[in-house]
């Protein structure tokens, strides 16, 4: 009997922002099925709504951003990564290890106080 070890990821993912609403959950949809159907755990799901980009990214200047923490085993991150190149909808990911799963994302202003 072999262990999986299991890990807390948190994922990012930006998607389309020209699909519908309907077409947007679906591919979100997929992101989540893609994780369950290797036996991980999703624990939370932030939705951070539409943003601008920086800079253009494959022709595109916003997208939906989603930080999604997860538990899954170790080895199959490169597949999840695989599926995500393959996905259409999602004009960028990361993935990284967490230490613990946000309840509400805060973030720090960068204009200095005076």
Known sequence: MTHEKK????????IN??????????????ITLAIEEKKGEIHKIHDMG????????????????YLIYFTIATQHVKELWNDYLLHEDIIRF?????????ETLEFKSLTPTT
């Open 7 to 14: 890990r807390l990821y948190e994922g990012m993912y930006i």
């Open 17 to 30: 922002s020209n699909l519908s609403e309907d077409a947007r959950k679906k591919a979100l949809d997929k």
């Open 50 to 65: 539409k943003k601008r980009f920086a800079y253009e990214i494959d022709k595109k200047r916003e997208g939906y951003y």
């Open 94 to 102: 990361m993935t990284s290890k967490s230490d613990a799963i946000l």
